[in-house]
């Protein structure tokens, strides 16, 4: 019997037999790895040190294993997938757990239980009060416009990178309290107060008829529902027969991108509203249709007009449509979204910068006013809605522009 192999039959068998063997040490693997319950987070070795990867696991173990008291390595790990958001140094990127997650939720749709203020984040990362709501637990407690609030049931909080999370820290059980520590720079001192949540029913419009035949609207913020709203009040004056229109947006920090196009859809011609650059500069453009109300309007704007209001203010500066009135808006113009995970945490993440329909990118710059004019002195620590009418000196311009255009 012949037992020589031709080449042929040699190569199978060695291919079979490395076949075999990769299976069985894959096999073994997984085996090996199911039986100690270990995870692998993986990283690409063209893009990821390994002294990085080695780093985090000597961090860790001596974390793990030295720390004074035990230590919750799910706690640990929910604080990376955090810091991920933190390290590329938005304030705009932040991941939510899902305590967080609930409450931003909450807040988009307006009611909420809480203190009831509208609240910024200034150039210092501080979250800073725009108004306190009336007959809110916040007004009553004495809480100011550019009050910086600093201590959240004694926990510092100016370290904190989104309002979201101080602002999920604040609301609770209602009828609860809880201890606020805010810093008042026009007095140059810290303040404490003890406030009692309660559930809060933001109203975000309010509409009425100035001077017999101008229109006003007043737009707190984009929630989830405002452009709704805005057309029931815009059609209920316009059917009382007004001949002009002024939208206040001062201290609107902004709110829903798809709100606020839909808002300037009824208000601005056939054209572009607004577009959207990615980081490989693929555009996305909200256009508005043929059909708009194209009566004499003014928009009032302050540095508290942020993101939505200035997609509005910028889109009507740009068609000649209206005319701004008061101070340079606050220069917010990138774009977040909301992207839920498995466990119903979430992250919030800047995809991209918004332009007006000339292409002016406004953030870090702002949208100046076509007629600039400041609040008094008296009024200057107030929210615009809480200035007498007879004092208010850009309501009685924007005013005056609109009868201009009127004709008057």
Same mark, same amino acid.
């Given at each position: 019997?012949?037992?020589?192999?031709s080449?042929?039959?040699?190569?199978?068998?060695?291919?079979?037999?490395?076949?075999?063997?990769?299976?069985?040490?894959?096999?073994?693997?997984?085996?090996?790895?199911?039986?100690s319950?270990?995870?692998?987070?993986?990283?690409?070795?063209? +893009?990821v040190?390994?002294?990085?990867v080695?780093?985090?696991?000597?961090?860790r173990?001596?974390?793990?294993?030295?720390?004074?008291?035990?230590?919750?390595?799910?706690?640990?790990?929910?604080?990376?997938?955090?810091?991920?958001?933190?390290?590329?140094?938005?304030?705009?990127?932040v991941?939510?757990?899902?305590?967080?997650?609930?409450?931003?939720?909450?807040?988009?749709e307006?009611?909420?239980?809480?203190?009831?203020?509208?609240?910024?984040?200034?150039?210092?990362g501080?979250?800073?009060?725009?108004?306190?709501?009336?007959?809110?637990?916040?007004k009553?407690?004495?809480?100011m416009?550019?009050?910086?609030?600093?201590?959240?049931?004694?926990?510092?909080?100016?370290?904190?990178?989104?309002?979201?999370?101080?602002?999920?820290m604040?609301?609770?059980?209602?009828?609860t309290?809880?201890?606020i520590?805010?810093? &008042?720079?026009?007095?140059?001192?810290?303040?404490?107060?003890?406030?009692?949540?309660? &559930?809060?029913k933001?109203?975000?419009?309010?509409?009425?008829?100035?001077?017999? +035949?101008?229109?006003y609207?007043?737009?707190?913020m984009?929630?989830?529902?405002i452009?709704?709203y805005?057309?029931?009040?815009?059609n209920?004056?316009?059917?009382?027969?007004?001949?002009?229109?002024?939208?206040?947006?001062?201290?609107?920090? #902004?709110?829903s991108y798809e709100?606020?196009?839909?808002?300037?859809?009824?208000?601005?011609? +056939?054209?572009?509203i607004?577009?959207?650059?990615?980081?490989?500069?693929k555009?996305?453009?909200?256009?508005?249709g043929?059909?708009?109300?194209d009566?004499?309007?003014?928009?009032?704007?302050? #540095?508290n007009?942020?993101?939505?209001?200035?997609?509005?203010?910028?889109?009507?500066?740009?068609?000649?449509?209206?005319?701004?009135?008061?101070?340079?808006?606050?220069?917010?113009?990138?774009?977040?979204?909301?992207?839920l995970?498995e466990?119903?945490?979430?992250?919030?993440?800047?995809?991209? &910068?918004?332009?007006?329909?000339?292409?002016?990118?406004?953030?870090?710059?702002?949208?100046?006013?076509?007629?600039e004019?400041?609040?008094p002195?008296?009024?200057?620590?107030?929210?615009?809605?809480?200035i007498?009418?007879?004092?208010?000196?850009?309501?009685k311009?924007?005013i005056?522009?609109?009868? +201009?255009?009127?004709?008057?």
């Amino acid at each position: 019997m012949d037992r020589r192999f031709s080449v042929r039959q040699v190569v199978a068998i060695v291919l079979a037999t490395v076949f075999i063997a990769v299976c069985a040490t894959v096999i073994a693997f997984y085996s090996l790895d199911r039986l100690s319950s270990r995870y692998v987070i993986s990283f690409n070795a063209d +893009e990821v040190s390994y002294k990085n990867v080695s780093k985090f696991n000597q961090v860790r173990n001596i974390l793990k294993n030295d720390y004074y008291k035990p230590v919750d390595e799910n706690i640990m790990l929910e604080g990376a997938i955090s810091g991920l958001a933190d390290s590329l140094e938005d304030p705009y990127t932040v991941y939510f757990d899902t305590d967080q997650m609930k409450s931003f939720m909450e807040k988009s749709e307006g009611s909420y239980v809480g203190i009831g203020v509208t609240v910024n984040v200034d150039e210092k990362g501080l979250l800073t009060v725009i108004e306190a709501s009336e007959d809110s637990p916040a007004k009553h407690a004495g809480m100011m416009q550019g009050d910086k609030i600093v201590k959240v049931d004694d926990v510092d909080v100016t370290t904190l990178s989104d309002e979201n999370m101080i602002i999920s820290m604040i609301k609770g059980k209602e009828n609860t309290k809880v201890k606020i520590t805010v810093y &008042r720079p026009n007095e140059d001192k810290y303040i404490q107060m003890e406030i009692t949540r309660r &559930r809060i029913k933001m109203s975000n419009i309010r509409s009425e008829i100035l001077d017999g +035949e101008i229109g006003y609207i007043k737009l707190v913020m984009f929630d989830s529902q405002i452009a709704k709203y805005f057309k029931n009040d815009l059609n209920k004056l316009m059917n009382q027969g007004i001949k002009g229109l002024i939208i206040d947006l001062r201290d609107n920090p #902004g709110g829903s991108y798809e709100q606020v196009v839909e808002i300037a859809d009824s208000l601005l011609p +056939e054209g572009t509203i607004v577009y959207t650059e990615d980081r490989n500069g693929k555009k996305e453009v909200k256009n508005s249709g043929k059909s708009y109300i194209d009566t004499p309007l003014a928009i009032l704007t302050n #540095g508290n007009s942020a993101s939505a209001s200035e997609i509005l203010a910028g889109a009507v500066k740009d068609y000649g449509r209206g005319t701004l009135v008061g101070t340079n808006t606050f220069g917010k113009g990138l774009v977040q979204e909301l992207k839920l995970l498995e466990d119903n945490s979430g992250i919030k993440v800047t995809i991209a &910068r918004y332009f007006t329909p000339s292409g002016f990118c406004i953030h870090g710059t702002g949208i100046s006013p076509d007629i600039e004019i400041n609040v008094p002195d008296d009024y200057r620590n107030l929210p615009a809605s809480q200035i007498p009418k007879s004092k208010d000196v850009q309501l009685k311009a924007a005013i005056d522009a609109v009868k +201009e255009d009127i004709g008057y």
